[in-house]
């Protein structure tokens, strides 16, 4: 259809003249962008978004999907528990295992204000005051949880850290350690004397970011033909 192309390509156009927000017309864009965004939403089956986008984007009184995905969920915030309203069926993805949102900036008081207010009927109502993830609140609130126990990100070495320390041994490595370039896949490294204050330890950061650096300089020759990135590990200590 060549309307909703033409929308399509509008909407696209506007977000881009937008930029990062800040100028002084991006209010009048934003509501045309919303506009548009009524006439070609038929014209993509599948919208990808960051909740923030979803929320200038759609009209959640009146758009309808047939299903939304929140992805990263446990690490989402109540505030996304806003983007249900797009859809009849949700499927929330998360780790109950992983850090929960910190609320920063969140004032306690009035926090706990606006939930004895709102939500006097609401089973387990304490839990919505912002630390709590959209994944453990859908968790609680529906159950029926589907465990994926299939990783392919990692290698067996790495991913076995969290498979003992979380997941019971229960989670099936899946990713072939030959398809890593760099080698041995996990080294233990202990820093004498190393000690944290106020949760920052410099000794292990000067540490950590020397390890790295070095083996960055060792790998140029690999890296220059296949480019790869480093990821740390350090534990308190």
């Not at 978004?49 to 989402?76: C, G, H, Y």
Request: proline share 4%; charged share 25%.
């Amino acid at each position: 259809d060549v309307y909703k192309r033409q929308a399509l390509n509008g909407w696209l156009a506007l977000h881009k003249k937008m930029g990062r927000g800040t100028g002084k017309q991006v209010g009048k864009l934003k509501k045309e962008a919303r506009k548009t965004l009524l006439e070609c939403r038929q014209a993509v089956p599948v919208w990808i978004m960051p909740v923030s986008r979803v929320l200038e984007s759609f009209d959640l009184n009146t758009t309808k999907f047939d299903v939304l995905i929140v992805d990263e969920a446990s690490q989402s915030d109540i505030r996304a528990l806003s983007v249900f309203a797009l859809a009849r069926d949700v499927v929330v993805v998360g780790d109950h295992e992983q850090v929960s949102p910190y609320a920063v900036g969140l004032k306690t008081e009035k926090v706990q204000e606006l939930i004895d207010e709102m939500l006097d009927e609401i089973p387990n109502k304490q839990l919505y005051d912002g630390k709590t993830s959209v994944y453990d609140l859908a968790r609680q609130s529906f159950g029926g949880t589907i465990r994926l126990l299939e990783h392919f990100r990692c290698v067996t070495d790495i991913i076995q850290f969290s498979n003992h320390l979380c997941y019971n041994n229960e989670i099936l490595p899946m990713r072939d350690p030959s398809s890593s370039l760099l080698f041995p896949h996990l080294v233990a490294h202990h820093v004498p004397d190393a000690t944290a204050h106020n949760k920052i330890n410099h000794q292990e950061a000067q540490e950590i970011a020397s390890l790295t650096e070095d083996a960055h300089a060792a790998a140029s020759h690999v890296l220059s033909v296949f480019p790869a990135s480093f990821g740390q590990a350090n534990g308190e200590g």
